[in-house]
């Protein structure tokens, strides 16, 4: 096979991506009147602003997102195939053509939201367009498809996945920004307080010469402001995404009239503030608001918030949720918040290197209805702002219907039969576990320390470094965050002290009990005693996988959390005594192998050293040893490049969401739509909530 060849068929996409509907009716349909209000307005409002995903993943997303509505405007999905078949294009074809509007629908892009890589249709460019050219609006849609069908199939080495100086792409920046342009901005941003979440950056040429545009996103435009800064014009827009930020505002402004507490209108007011006008400060405002909002019915969120995809890691992508809170769930989560401080006490640092005071989170269990973004996480830990983390406090959401959506596999890639068969029936309980902890005690768990622009520490000068032995000697300076420090590696490197707080935490039984496991000793009772073990087995399996993720021409990791989970499996793989395996007899086999009865005596005590580094690098700002020690830890050497080739041959797509739509009915009331679990499903579940304007 050639190397052409080789790349096109790493990015086709697989034959059959599973199709998965979001169950949320149920829990939508005990919501009060004004609680559907709230929950539809907000939900507009999430809709509204998602497309901005598009601008922020490629040039060509933006084009082919309006393609397809253009056509599924016009065309049902039944029809449009029945024209396409009599025409001559294949049920293979057509099945192809279908499921990659599936996934670029389900991906907000057409780059993969978990492993930021671009994927490309099955179905040949020349019978793509003759599906498109079967619509009766063809002239309309194949004016879009010669605007972007070239850039569809485009595998040139500088696109293949996202990322800076010719080793991807990046909309957030114009193609002759470099990460050195980055960091000179970020220095001025810096300095003069503005968050680069809801921004982007463009390097451009006028009567003043080369300028740096920092475009804030925002319904209103003001007069740009050029300032100079170390030899170079930066410039400060603002109006950038004007028309989806203006319809988010206007929908927050209608939910605000069935916010059913003061909190939730106060959040309402900062939320439309922030979207009308740009200022960061409005939406931490909001989010201040949003965690004193404790328990509510309907769970919300909304804004720039995480920075993931970014490949510096400072600019956060659109995403917005509607959920409906399960009690019943809920209840554990609470118990867990309020044995907190005792779980996170068992964490390997030094009290010093602990909040001062635990501020008690609200942590549920949602079901969702809506999720707006390039992609639907487990649970979320936010605000992501340090300094209301810090002081002020947060909150955990666990997304239920996300988790139970998993489906068994016959036989798990990677583990024995007997594996395979006690992680099928245990996994959703041992994730459950899993989400509850890292989102908790590992985000919500410790102190980063500051100096605020008066010069008052937030830490004794007495404070030990305990990898030194010796005073600290560096922490955040004024206008300095974990984001803007850290850059790329922010995100991943959190993530893994999060994944690892959750296999380190999890072997105590006190803990186990909180989710219903008994808390009495493991080997007399099987079922936690396979909580633990599956838990931790998942987390060395999901490091295995993790190789699909990286990339060996550029040496990059392309999801923070499977960078994450790859270090973890190195930190195991190196404590020694035959704790953790990989048996790789041929080509063509793996396995994986987990002694249980070696989890407390040498995987806890490898992992709890691994995360007392992990928390004193972040808590001391000290980025050239953090990313020197995470950096080991997450090198792929040549035999992981040979596994990488068969995690490659056995891998399997991930599950995309077709998500339910509400709309207002003639007397007032919201009506609830289902769509079926299918590509056909998911296009139209877009064409009712895009094709007619409504949502925007």
Partial sequence: MSTQQEVHKAHLLPENTPIVRLEAKAAFEKLSKEEKLYAHYIGRACWSGSRVCLFQTSVESPIIFQMFLTLFNANT???LKQRALAGGVSEE???????????FYGNMGNY?????????????????????????NKAQVLDLWGQCGDLVYDLSPGVRELGLDGDGISTYYSPNVSRADIGMVQEFLDQERISPYNTRLWKIQDDKGEVFEVRIASAEVRPPVDHQFKGKTIRVTYGDHKEYMRAVADNLEQAAKYASNDNQRAMMQKYVAHFRGGNIEDHKDSQREWIKDIGPVVETNIGFIESYRDPYGVRGEFEGFVAMVNKDVSAKFSELVSNAPHFIARLPWPKEFEKDVFLRPDFTSLEVLTFASSGIPAGINIPNYDDIRQTQGFKNVSLGNV????KSEDRVTFLGEADSDLFNRTVKHAFEVQVGIHELLGHGSGKLFTED?????????EVINPLTNAPISSWYKPGETYDSKFQATASTMEECRAEACGIYLCTLPELLTVFGFPEQDREGHPRAADIIYINWLNMVRAGLLA??????????WRQAHMQARYAILQVLLHAGSGFVAIHHPSDDDATITLDPKLIDTVGRPAIGSFLRYLMVYKATADVEQANAFY??????????????ELVLKKKKPRNLFVQSHTRLTEDGQVELIDFEDSAEGMARSFRTRFGDGSSI
């Fill in 77 to 79: 999905t039944e029809d």
């Fill in 93 to 103: 074809e057509y099945r192809d053509f279908m499921q990659y509007v599936a996934v």
């Fill in 112 to 136: 993969l939201s978990f492993g930021d890589s671009k994927f490309v249709p099955r179905i040949s460019k020349d019978r793509f367009e003759a599906v498109l050219a079967h619509a009766t």
């Fill in 403 to 406: 988790l139970s959506a998993r």
């Fill in 453 to 461: 622009a008066d010069g008052k520490k937030n830490f004794s000068a």
């Fill in 547 to 556: 190789l699909e993720f990286y990339t060996p021409e550029t040496r990059k």
């Fill in 631 to 644: 950096g080991k830890y997450t090198a792929v050497n040549e035999d992981f490049l040979k596994l990488r």
